[in-house]
């Protein structure tokens, strides 16, 4: 059996996964809530946010303090889905390709 090499920054992948399976059991054990945000920068020098809420986490308020924080930023895991989406078979055959 032949044992494959990985680099230095296939590791950090694999230990940062590692620490999201973490928190994500921790937090569904504790029953607790909160969120995580992750800011970064587009080519243009805009802010883009990417959040993760565990629990009860009241998303507008969050959506409201990260636009009052980051000004113009995208959002990234707040939008807002509707409660009833219409599948059509158009939509299912946009999604098999």
């Given amino acids: ?30 029953g607790s809530s909160g969120y995580s945000i992750q800011v970064t920068y587009d080519k243009t020098g805009r802010p883009v946010v990417k959040v993760q809420t565990y629990g009860n986490v009241d998303k507008d308020a969050l959506r409201k303090e990260i636009e009052s924080r980051y000004p113009g930023a995208k959002i990234v895991g707040l939008e807002k889905r509707p409660l009833i989406e219409e599948i059509t078979e158009e939509t299912e055959d946009k999604d098999k390709k």
């Fill in 1 to 30: 059996m032949r044992r494959r090499k990985r680099g230095i920054f296939g590791i950090f992948d694999e230990i940062e996964e590692m620490f999201k399976e973490m928190e994500s059991s921790l937090m569904k054990q504790t």
